[in-house]
């Protein structure tokens, strides 16, 4: 069984910080792309940033420049630093994984979300 455990939500005000971290556990070989997607209320769940085991992150255009996303291979973490926070920020924040738990075998595994409340 895999898990992946968030956690670094919270409330902030506009032009705030905070530091999500997803913490995946379980039989695993590797993991190949993580990712943290939101959703906020009456919103289809989206991208907001994407980083492979090795080279370069993708963002969402509405996050560039404010987020920064980063892994850790060895802890097999994976964090989501977030700037510059906007009323718009506010969502739940999932964390999401390929991992592979044998060679042939690659399974996406979703947390249960970490709530991001942004006040104006």
């Known amino acids: 069984q895999v898990q992946l455990v968030e956690s670094g939500g919270g409330l902030v005000q506009a032009g705030g910080s905070l530091r999500l971290s997803c913490a995946a556990s379980?039989?695993?070989?590797?993991?190949?792309?993580m990712s943290w997607y939101r959703q906020a209320p009456g919103k289809q769940r989206e991208l907001v940033a994407s980083i492979p085991r090795a080279g370069n992150s993708n963002y969402a255009d509405s996050v560039k420049g404010r987020f920064t996303i980063s892994r850790d291979n060895a802890w097999k973490t994976v964090s989501l630093q977030m700037n510059s926070l906007k009323a718009e920020d506010t969502a739940v924040y999932y964390c999401?994984?390929?991992?592979?738990?044998?060679?042939?075998?690659?399974?996406?595994?979703w947390g249960k979300g970490t709530l991001v409340t942004v006040s104006a």
């Open positions: 999401n994984a390929d991992i592979v738990r044998r060679p042939g075998l690659t399974e996406t595994y």
């Open positions: 379980g039989i695993i070989f590797s993991i190949n792309d």
